[in-house]
């Protein structure tokens, strides 16, 4: 059967894309609260891979994406490109979090105690099939705190460095627009400290936990603990230019360290990411830790893992595969009929155009 060329032409491509937008309907203001009020964690999600944080964009794209979270994070990657960038915010220090949740599976009782915050870990998983049913599923309401914990928390890495337990890095000084930019610079190896952190903050969170899953089955060289695991508001401390310091609002963040038994002390690797998202820095931070003495080609090489967990990358590259490849396959059954022939002591067969020999076989192309 020969390969027939699929035609169609800018009509037929301006009615697919309408045909996918008239499944959605109209968008309008209300749909966009409603997404951004409905699923909170999933805003986060978009907003951590596209590496802009404005939840109502990012209701937006997965509003105008029908829930495609691929392009929901291009369609915010895109628009971000084009906004200029005004300041570059202070550092943020892990004890100058607005700290919601603070937890520690290495040790129990740590400086400030453990805060669990909202979390799902110790949930039945029930689903609630009586709202297909007509009735309201209403949570019950939250409890004021017996004993609030202290809104800013103390770092655990900080203070097992202090105890000698681990040997904390050399403070970064780089700052303002020194700080290298992974959206403004390539990625190149050895990667630089900041872009390998950048790249994995906005890292696509299902490709990270695949690689971090198979690092912690034993695919890597470091099994890890998780030493703290934080969920919190950063303060973006900006400069007007008047030269006042002030706070331009908070964003959400989750942070993650893990930490391995090396010799006598514990090795540390870490990531963050803008929104709330526990899943994608545990297993980050692994992928961190496993690098250090990665076998060439391993799934927790630098090189690997970077690459492979650029999400709009990887989706486009896969996504690429659908667009027409007419030229290229014609030319591999070419040579696959060549070879036949060949082997069959025919000789080398004739080029064939797919029109042609689709008509000639099949009859015209509807």
């Not at 084009?82 to 570059?88: G, K």
């Not at 100058?96 to 909202?118: C, E, M, N, W, Y």
């Not at 020194?178 to 950048?198: G, S, Y």
Request: charged share 20%; glycine share 10%; net charge negative.
């Amino acid at each position: 059967m020969a390969y027939v060329a699929t035609r169609g032409g800018e009509r037929a491509i301006e009615q697919s894309q309408r045909l996918f937008r008239a499944e959605l309907g109209a968008i309008g203001p209300e749909r966009v609260a409603e997404v951004r009020a409905a699923l909170p964690y999933l805003i986060d999600r978009v907003m951590g891979e596209a590496s802009l944080y404005e939840e109502d964009l990012a209701a937006l794209a997965l509003a105008q994406t029908g829930g495609e979270l691929y392009e929901a994070v291009l369609l915010l990657r895109a628009w971000r490109t084009t906004q200029p960038r005004l300041q570059v915010a202070d550092p943020v220090t892990q004890d100058g979090l607005f700290t919601h949740r603070r937890i520690s599976a290495a040790f129990k009782d740590i400086p400030g105690g453990q805060v669990l915050g909202p979390t799902l870990d110790y949930a039945h998983r029930i689903l609630a099939t009586e709202v297909l049913g007509g009735r309201t599923y209403r949570p019950d309401p939250v409890e004021p705190a017996r004993c609030p914990a202290p809104a800013r928390q103390p770092s655990v890495a900080a203070w097992q460095a202090a105890n000698g337990l681990l040997s904390a890095p050399e403070p970064d000084t780089t700052c303002g627009n020194a700080i290298p930019d992974i959206t403004r610079e390539p990625l190149l190896f050895p990667a630089k400290r900041a872009h390998t952190l950048q790249s994995l903050a906005r890292a696509e969170t299902g490709g990270v936990l695949a690689l971090g899953y198979a690092a912690q089955r034993g695919y890597g060289q470091a099994h890890p603990t998780v030493n703290e695991l934080r969920l919190a508001e950063a303060e973006v401390i900006v400069q007007h230019p008047r030269g006042t310091r002030f706070s331009a609002g908070r964003v959400k963040v989750s942070q993650a360290e893990v930490v391995s038994k090396k010799g006598t002390q514990l090795e540390l690797g870490f990531s963050a990411t803008l929104g709330w998202n526990e899943v994608k820095t545990i297993a980050a931070a692994t992928l961190d830790l496993n690098a250090k003495g990665a076998a060439k080609g391993s799934a927790t090489e630098e090189e690997f893992f970077l690459y492979h967990t650029e999400g709009v990358e990887s989706s486009g590259f896969c996504i690429h595969f659908k667009l027409p490849h007419y030229v290229t396959f014609q030319s591999a059954l070419d040579a696959m009929r060549d070879a036949k022939a060949t082997a069959e002591g025919d000789g080398p067969s004739q080029p064939s155009n797919p029109e042609t020999a689709g008509r000639s076989q099949q009859g015209p192309a509807e």
